[in-house]
Nanobody, 124 residues
């Protein structure tokens, strides 16, 4: 079992940056693939980014490629999402997710655990 707590959300102007953090408690953080998802008002939750256990493999949704970077620090049990060049359409609640797998595709499609989410609002 792993518990996930997101932080770092807030209000930012278009073109600005934010870094989200997801702190994991419980055992075995380094054995989980990790991911970020988001849900905008009136829309379904969507995949944003994923990273494998070691951090050597990452994947992104097309809508954030080149602007967002996912990373992890296994010594700190934390995964990050650096978001640059933010757009109003990035406004959403951002969720951290974990999967009991080495592969990013698993956390991107069928994560086992979810955080509570953190709000990101981008003003135009």
């Amino acid at each position: 079992q792993v518990q996930l707590v997101e932080s770092g959300g807030g209000l930012v102007q278009a073109g600005g940056s934010l870094r989200l953090s997801c702190a994991a408690s419980g055992r075995g953080f380094s054995t989980y693939a990790m991911g970020w998802f988001r849900q905008a008002p009136g829309k379904e939750r969507e995949f944003v980014a994923a990273i494998n256990r070691s951090g050597g493999t990452v994947s992104y949704a097309d809508s954030v490629k080149g602007r967002f970077t996912i990373s992890r620090d296994n010594a700190k049990n934390t995964v990050y999402l650096q978001m640059n060049s933010l757009k109003p359409e990035d406004t959403a609640v951002y969720y951290c997710a974990a999967a009991r797998s080495a592969q990013t595709i698993v956390v991107a499609t069928t994560p086992n655990y979810w955080g509570q989410g953190t709000q990101v609002t981008v003003s135009s």
